[in-house]
């Protein structure tokens, strides 16, 4: 399922997608559909093979759900999700029980409600019931309360193309040009080659292998060899080639983005290297920048140092000055004092010598 609705996608992102049509897809489970596809309208799952509903996602946008010819038995609630349903389709299913369509009276938009082939159906009243159910459901089965026949699906389709014109018939995935018109053939080849070799099987069931065999090597898809099928052989498996086709277009868009995603990161990893480089570059820069300063700063701090060094040396000087001029001055002061202490000794002999002769 994942493949195909990668196919489906033609090269548009999830939120662009309104229609999505993974027909005969096969898939037991829902896988790769997520609540990203926001703008889905019509969602057809017809003859996928799904045994339960698990993992639908919330479709706000969802109008119209094909559902038909799968193996589901329960899990409608998980269709809640989806308010704006309008159109139903569970037709060819096993639900059984009239409990299991109970969640369905949540959809309060649905108009259309398709349930035969399914042995709820044979329950008495059944259409009184679904009806009284669903308030707002107009036609069940195909038919309103009155047994009015809905409209016809050319109608519905006519409408729907008005309301959804035609996406362009080409588109690229990852590089890959893919024709739209091819596509939509060569899907319809394989339908039409599985629908032939289903009724060969049958008739080989029956005992009719001659006519098989003549029958089948009439069928060809886009240009195959003939293929014939010899009494007693077993019927060959065209499906299993056109999945094939699809599995290597796949394969292919996969490689693409196996060699985009490398060059991605190739082109990082380039882009990595020069960043570190730069980096280192940048570092060792800063680093000499760093060292330069560091230098500088030294010999500032040395001159600085000297500096301080001479000045204090000077001040000592001019300290060692100004001591000895102390000194001499003090010196130069003593000896006048003695001079002056020996002029007055020699004044007091002369006095007393004086005072001795008068005597």
């Known amino acids: 399922m994942e493949k195909r609705i990668l196919l489906e996608k ?10 999505l049509i993974l027909d005969n897809c096969r898939s037991t489970y829902i896988d790769g559909l997520t609540e990203s596809f926001t703008a889905l309208e019509t969602l057809s799952l017809i003859n996928v093979g799904l045994v339960s509903l ?25 269709l809640t999700g989806s308010p704006k349903l309008t159109h139903l389709n569970l037709s060819g299913n096993r639900i059984k029980d009239f409990e299991e369509l109970q969640p369905l009276k949540d959809l309060q938009n649905l108009e259309v409600l398709d349930l035969f082939n399914n042995q709820v159906t044979l329950i008495d009243n059944y259409r009184d019931k679904i009806f009284q159910l669903i308030p707002s459901l107009t036609y069940l089965d195909g038919f309103d309360k009155d047994f009015a026949e809905a409209p016809s699906d050319e109608e519905e389709i006519a409408d729907d193309r008005n309301a959804h014109p035609r996406h362009p018939s080409q588109f690229s995935i990852n590089g890959i040009e893919i024709d739209l018109d091819e596509l939509e053939q060569f899907e319809s080849r394989v339908l039409q080659k599985r629908s032939q070799e289903a009724a060969a ?42 999945d094939d086709d699809l599995d290597q277009l796949y394969v292919e868009i996969q490689r693409k983005q196996a060699v985009e995603k490398t060059h991605l990161e ?22 000499l920048i760093n060292q330069l300063f560091y230098r500088g700063a030294q010999q500032l701090q040395v001159e600085a140092k000297g500096q301080e060094m001479e ?13 000895e001029e102390k000194e001499e001055e003090e010196e130069k002061e003593e000896e006048e004092q003695k001079e002056d202490d020996t002029m007055g000794e020699g004044e007091t002999m002369n006095t007393d010598t004086g005072s001795v002769a008068d005597h």
């Open 266 to 287: 190739e082109q990082q990893a380039k882009r990595m290297v020069s960043f570190l480089s730069l980096l280192l570059t940048f570092a060792s820069l800063l680093a």
């Open 201 to 242: 099987a049958a008739l080989l069931a029956d005992g009719a292998t001659a006519s098989l065999g003549a029958g089948l090597g009439q069928l060809d898809l886009a240009g195959d060899e003939p293929m014939g099928l010899a009494s007693g052989t077993r019927p060959l498996s065209v499906g299993g080639g056109s």
């Open 10 to 19: 033609r090269g548009r992102s999830d939120d662009q997608i309104t229609e």
């Open 311 to 323: 000045e204090d040396d000077e001040e000592e000087e001019e300290k060692e000055e100004e001591e």
């Open 54 to 78: 698990k993992n639908f996602p919330k479709l706000s946008n969802l109008r119209k759900l094909e559902l038909s010819d799968n193996r589901i038995s329960n899990g409608l609630s998980n």
